[in-house]
């Protein structure tokens, strides 16, 4: 049996409808998305897609595109009332219309120019999510074929947008659970610090009453240097702080801000290099977040340690996985010699480690350092 011309066009329809939900995580984003591939997809000159309101009682348009007359801007909320609306949503069946003979109970916009409308449930099994519609300038024939397709569409922008609304609340909570973790940092690196310096303050007082004005220098001059290190650990937790955590701006965008800002803050030579391709990969928020984060950790290390005057970050990907790599011609060390707590290297493995990847560290005394991420494909995307 050969599959016939129209259901191979509508097959690849579904399937360009589909890849709208891997673009983005935001369901307005995704909604334009799918609302462009539905006028391909049925040849119509307007489409739209509404989302049931909390209260279940109101479809808000969550976006339109197409040939939009005027009046039409004027229905972004519709009640569940309206027309055969409240039919559509309890039975789960598409409607369709014709707007020069309608039904009775459908409702028409003012001083209409399109002939022919229909819209179909989003379904996710058995809710109800909200609606799309298709619309037609000249008269449109609906075969009981194109009704059985409306419904299959309208599952799988369901599907897509429910997808959508689960990946917003997963990233919300990793961003959450990121800055969480960002704040402890930051207690753990300052609160040391100003203790410190509490002590040395209290040294020189007793120095001063005791008039003893060598070990007053001393006090002072360490109150001088751990106030100075107070100052540039901030400084750098606030870098941190701005580095980007969520999707809007994509890795490549993220990683390519973080090392401009560096370049930029540092006076550091740093090169960036994307390999063939990597900029049209597609990665989830969470392999953002922490390659992101491990590249500003990196970077912060290069500041504290390294004495460095060149940095070359590289980020690269192929069928096996995501890499990226952080070198410098610093002065180096022995990795074998420091403690895996130190350097953030604990955290940026445990970051890795979170992605089911390896981070690995070479480096030697006048080497310079390389430090490379590796994370499997299966848990990129």
């Not at 109101?58 to 055969?84: F, N, W």
């Not at 039975?91 to 022919?116: C, K, Y």
């Not at 959508?164 to 919300?172: E, F, H, M, N, Q």
Request: aromatic content about 6%; charged content about 25%; overall charge negative.
């Amino acid at each position: 049996m050969v599959m016939s011309t129209s259901v191979q066009k509508r097959l690849k329809d579904l399937i360009k409808i589909g890849e709208s939900l891997v673009w983005s995580r935001c369901p307005e984003v995704i909604s334009e998305a799918t609302v462009n591939a539905l006028i391909t997809a049925f040849d119509c000159d307007y489409a739209s897609v509404y989302l049931l309101d909390v209260t279940g009682d109101y479809l808000i348009q969550y976006v339109a595109c197409g040939d939009i007359p005027k009046h039409m801007h004027k229905d972004d909320r519709l009640s569940i009332t309206t027309g055969r609306m409240l039919h559509m949503l309890t039975t789960h069946q598409p409607l369709v219309m014709d707007f020069l003979n309608p039904d009775p109970a459908d409702w028409i916009p003012e001083g209409p120019v399109f002939r022919s409308a229909a819209s179909a449930p989003l379904m996710v099994g058995e809710d109800v999510l909200g609606m799309f519609t298709i619309v037609h300038k000249e008269y449109y024939h609906w075969q009981e074929k194109d009704i059985d397709y409306l419904l299959d569409v309208g599952k799988l922008l369901g599907i897509t947008v429910q997808h959508a609304r689960i990946a917003r609340k997963t990233t919300d909570l990793e961003i959450l659970l990121e800055r969480k973790r960002l704040s402890g940092e930051i207690h753990d690196n300052l609160s040391q610090l100003i203790s410190s310096l509490n002590m040395s303050t209290e040294a020189a007082l007793l120095s001063w009453e005791e008039g003893n004005m060598d070990w007053l220098r001393n006090d002072l001059e360490r109150i001088r240097t751990t106030s100075r290190e107070a100052a540039r650990t901030l400084r750098e937790e606030m870098l941190s702080l701005r580095t980007p955590t969520n999707e809007t701006k994509g890795l490549i965008s993220g990683v390519r801000e973080c090392t401009q800002r560096f370049k930029q803050q540092w006076g550091i030579d740093t090169e960036l290099y994307l390999d063939n391709g990597v900029e049209t990969l597609i990665v989830s928020t969470q392999v953002e977040l922490q390659f992101i984060r491990i590249l500003h950790e990196s970077l912060a290390n290069i500041i504290r340690h390294a004495v460095a005057s060149r940095v070359r970050v590289v980020l690269q990907g192929d069928t096996n996985g995501l890499y990226m790599q952080i070198q410098d011609n610093g002065r180096g060390f022995d990795p074998e010699a420091v403690s895996r707590e130190r350097l953030g290297l604990r955290i940026m493995r445990e970051r890795a480690e979170s992605l089911g990847g390896v981070l690995r560290v070479e480096s030697g005394s006048g080497l310079g350092t390389t430090i490379r991420v590796d994370v499997p494909w299966y848990r990129s995307t």
